[in-house]
């Protein structure tokens, strides 16, 4: 079982940074992908970017294209956190952010339904 528990969310303006923190339980995280996923008010659950685990090509990293240029996903085995660096943010990024675990390490899914545990999730609102 792994639990996850994210941070780093808040109000911002628009072209502003946030860096979201996810910690993870478990003595198993550095074997597993690990996603960030968004959702606003009356949308579906979308992906934003994932993570493989590091013996997967050194831990490849995949971004939705909206997120791409701008979001950085990256992971820290040693600490199990996995962050969300984003840069340039605007209305449009408004969500509550989750991250997400799955055990298969080199997916590198982007259907949330395939991941195996969630975070509570963390509210990013931009303002214009």
């Known amino acids: 079982q792994v639990q996850l528990v994210e941070s780093g969310g808040g109000l911002v303006q628009a072209g502003d940074s946030l860096r979201l923190s996810c910690a993870a339980s478990g003595r198993t995280f550095s074997t597993y992908a690990m996603g960030w996923f968004r959702q606003a008010p009356g949308k579906e659950r979308e992906f934003v970017a994932v993570?493989?685990?590091?013996?997967?090509?050194?831990?490849?990293?995949y971004y939705a294209d909206s997120v791409k240029g701008r979001f950085t996903i990256s992971r820290d085995d040693a600490k199990n956190t996995v962050y969300l660096q984003m840069n340039s943010l605007n209305a449009e990024d408004t969500a509550v952010y989750y991250c997400a675990a799955d055990r298969v390490g080199w997916g590198a899914k982007r259907d949330w339904k395939e991941y195996d545990y969630w975070g509570q999730g963390t509210q990013v609102t931009v303002s214009s």
């Open positions: 993570i493989s685990w590091v013996g997967w090509r050194g831990g490849s990293t």
